[in-house]
């Protein structure tokens, strides 16, 4: 079992950049891939970013690529999304989440763990 929980969300206006976080409990942190996905007002759950057990492999969205960089310090059990050149329709609740297996997922049903959220609101 690991619970994990997001932090860094909050209001900017279109242009700037955010750092989120989502630290997670206990030892086996590096055993997870890891996943950003967001949901907005009305929209299902979509997926954004993802990274392996490592670290040495990631993934985007095509609506991100570019943008967004996540990356993880299995050290500090915490996996990060930094966002820059926020637009809109980034506007969304942030979600990280765990997976229980050897391979990264782009599939939201394949992850077993999630946090709470964290708001990200980017206004024009």
């Known amino acids: 079992q690991v619970q994990l929980l997001e932090s860094g969300g909050g209001l900017v206006q279109a242009g700037g950049s955010l750092s989120l976080s989502c630290a997670a409990s206990?030892?086996?942190?590096?055993?997870?891939?890891m996943g950003w996905f967001r949901q907005a007002p009305g929209k299902e759950r979509a997926f954004v970013a993802a990274?392996?057990?490592?670290?040495?492999?990631?993934y985007y969205a095509d609506s991100v690529k570019g943008r967004f960089t996540i990356s993880r310090d299995n050290d500090k059990n915490t996996v990060y999304l930094q966002m820059n050149s926020l637009k809109p329709e980034d506007t969304a609740a942030y979600f990280c989440?765990?997976?229980?297996?050897?391979?990264?997922?782009?599939?939201?049903?394949?992850?077993?763990?999630w946090g709470q959220g964290t708001q990200v609101t980017v206004s024009s």
């Open positions: 206990g030892r086996t942190f590096s055993s997870y891939p």
């Open positions: 989440a765990a997976r229980v297996g050897w391979v990264v997922s782009l599939n939201q049903y394949e992850y077993n763990y």
């Open positions: 990274v392996s057990r490592s670290g040495g492999s990631t």
